[in-house]
């Protein structure tokens, strides 16, 4: 059984930094992106970012140049640095997997409140 445990999350003042990590475990095969989406009240889940088995990320305009994305393959885990923190990046974050075979996995989401 396939398990996405995500950490991290947290109370920010504006312009601060949180790191989310999320480590997939169990069943998973044939990992090919991991990536953060998120939601805040009131409005669509919508993606952060996403690291592909390339190596390749890509973000939503609103985060580009404060956040980065990073993976290690070895421990299947995935990781979101974000910095220069705003109070609209105030949402609970879900990490997500695609995987062989059409196989999607979320975790059960962290929140992340930054206060202004």
């Known amino acids: 059984q396939a398990q996405l445990v995500e950490s991290g999350g947290g109370l920010v003042q504006a312009g601060g930094s949180l790191t989310l990590s999320c480590a997939a475990s169990?069943?998973?095969?044939?990992?090919?992106?991991m990536g953060w989406y998120r939601q805040a009240p009131g409005k669509e889940r919508e993606l952060v970012a996403v690291?592909?088995?390339?190596?390749?990320?890509s973000y939503t305009d609103s985060v580009k140049g404060r956040f980065t994305i990073s993976g290690d393959n070895a421990k299947n885990t995935v990781y979101l640095q974000m910095n220069s923190l705003k109070p609209d990046d105030t949402a609970v974050y879900y990490c997500?997997?695609?995987?062989?075979?059409?196989?999607?996995?979320w975790g059960q989401g962290t929140q992340v409140t930054v206060s202004s």
């Open positions: 690291i592909r088995s390339s190596g390749s990320t």
């Open positions: 169990g069943r998973i095969f044939s990992i090919s992106s």
């Open positions: 997500n997997v695609q995987a062989g075979w059409g196989a999607t996995y």
